[in-house]
T-cell receptor, first 109, second 118 residues
Framework: GIQVEQSPPDLILQEGANSTLRCNFSDSVNNLQWFHQNPWGQLINLFYIPSGTKQNGRLSATTVATERYSLLYISSSQTTDSGVYFCAVTTDSWGKFQFGAGTQVVVTP | GAVVSQHPSRVICKSGTSVKIECRSLDFQATTMFWYRQFPKQSLMLMATSNEGSKATYEQGVEKDKFLINHASLTLSTLTVTSAHPEDSSFYIC??????????????FGPGTRLTVT
């Protein structure tokens, strides 16, 4: 099956800093989504981005499908950005997700 | 936007009993729903794919007789953990796809159910 690797595993940021999270995948995908899991466990959709670039406020994402990676940018980080960020991909017609291991982000005041 | 709910949000049960978890798509019809399990400090692992009106498809290593899935309508899928044991304690999360959506493969996740078996 497809392998999904996220880096770094942990990230500690000071409020206001910028950061880049990376997701590498080992095969072609028909979907890639970035999620933020909040402290209560809810997965929040950040981006649906199998290719291209999108921006939403302080967050943006880029997926280069031909090179099999995606990047999530967090700018001017805030304490509310803390949590685990997951990248998930699908390769089949059902849309079954394979999740990466996640990046634990802690933003300190 | 698309909303998926789960009930209950937390449940504590005794070893040997069964527990049912509901997953509902509130504002769209979901022909396909997915069930995931997440252990502490770990990622989500797909357990099964639930299709309306047909049998669920289980991932390798998931006991279908222990984790019963029923997708009885286009807005409701249920996961029943039968004869629960402490090792079944976990965070169970469902997701759903709206096949009519412009973003065909986009999935929406429920808030999760934390199961504790004592």
């Amino acid at each position: 099956g497809i392998q999904v690797e996220q880096s770094p595993p942990d990230l500690i940021l000071q409020e206001g800093a910028n950061s880049t999270l990376r997701c590498n995948f080992s095969d072609s995908v028909n979907n890639l989504q970035w999620f933020h899991q909040n402290p209560w466990g809810q997965l929040i959709n950040l981006f649906y981005i199998p290719s291209g670039t999108k921006q939403n406020g302080r967050l943006s994402a880029t997926t280069v499908a031909t090179e099999r990676y995606s990047l999530l940018y967090i700018s001017s980080s805030q304490t509310t950005d803390s949590g685990v960020y997951f990248c998930a991909v699908t390769t089949d017609s059902w849309g079954k997700f394979q999740f990466g291991a996640g990046t634990q982000v802690v933003v300190t005041p | 936007g698309a909303v998926v709910s789960q009930h209950p949000s937390r449940v504590i049960c005794k070893s040997g009993t069964s527990v049912k978890i509901e997953c509902r798509s509130l504002d769209f019809q979901a022909t396909t729903m997915f069930w995931y399990r997440q252990f502490p400090k770990q990622s989500l692992m797909l357990m099964a794919t639930s299709n309306e009106g047909s049998k669920a498809t289980y991932e390798q290593g998931v006991e279908k007789d222990k984790f019963l899935i029923n997708h009885a309508s286009l807005t409701l899928s249920t996961l029943t953990v039968t004869s629960a044991h402490p090792e079944d304690s976990s965070f169970y999360i469902c997701s759903a796809r709206d096949p009519t959506a412009e973003l065909y493969y986009e999935q929406y996740f429920g808030p999760g159910t934390r199961l504790t078996v004592t």
